[in-house]
């Protein structure tokens, strides 16, 4: 069955230091896959995506993320964090056609 | 990529009643889709909404309980009907995106509370 993984519902973490949100997925054929986030009482706005190429994507806001195909991976990772950043993170993905699978959610909590 | 607007943005409902959401698109757009995001929860899809044609409903939803209307190619709405306090949700719309029709941008959210 597809599916995808979010390792950690909550994510506490200092303003600057760094972060890594993790997702891994489940699926017999290729995907694109995506994140997402979604602050407080929004709706949900695309940060990155992987649909082929370097395997290393770069997002908004200070964001990036890397493919790895072998290890069926896509975490997020940003170098220093801001207040701003505390938000609700989705990975997700797609084989190709119109629907997409959504992991239940990093919630990312960045304390001064 | 689409801008999108929603309303209402939220309301409190009572048991019994039904409520119906409205999804504004600033560009024509061939599939809509309808999500419900239950409290602390991912999304969730409810049905994929083409112009012109009946909506396809997931595992789990169905019409009677979610009606959806897409008149045209820049609109949608969703009725929830006869809610109960399991219908609290948020309920958001979006959009496949027109270079990458694999990625999707979304509404802003109708937050609905079922007393």
């Known amino acids: 069955a597809q599916s995808v993984t979010q390792l950690d519902s909550q994510v506490p973490v200092f303003e600057e230091a760094p972060v890594e949100l993790r997702c891994n997925y489940s699926?017999?054929?290729?995907?694109?896959l995506f994140w997402y986030v979604q602050y407080p009482n929004q709706g949900l706005q695309l940060l990155l995506k992987?649909?082929?190429?370097?395997?290393l994507v770069k997002g908004i806001n200070g964001f990036e993320a890397e493919f790895n195909k072998s290890q069926t991976s896509f975490h997020l990772r940003k170098p220093s964090v801001h207040i701003s950043d505390t938000a609700e993170y989705f990975c997700a993905f797609n084989t190709g056609g119109f629907k997409t699978i959504f992991g239940a959610g990093t919630r990312l909590f960045v304390k001064a | 990529s689409a801008v999108i607007s929603q309303k209402p943005s939220r309301d409190i409902c009572q048991r019994g009643t039904s409520l119906t959401i409205q999804c504004q698109v600033d560009?024509?757009?061939?599939?809509m889709f309808w999500y419900r995001q239950q409290p602390g929860q991912s999304l969730t899809l409810i049905a994929t909404a083409n112009q012109g044609s009946e909506a396809t409903y997931e595992s789990g939803f169905v019409i009677d309980k979610f009606p959806i209307s897409r008149p045209n190619l820049t609109f949608s709405t969703l009725t929830v009907s006869n809610m109960s306090p399991e219908d609290s949700s948020i309920y958001l719309c979006?959009?496949?995106?027109?270079?990458?029709?694999?990625?999707?941008?979304f509404g802003p959210g109708t937050r609905l509370t079922v007393l």
């Open positions: 560009s024509q757009v061939t599939m």
């Open positions: 979006s959009v496949a995106g027109t270079e990458f029709y694999n990625e999707q941008f």
């Open positions: 699926s017999s054929v290729s995907v694109y």
């Open positions: 992987y649909l082929s190429g370097s395997t």
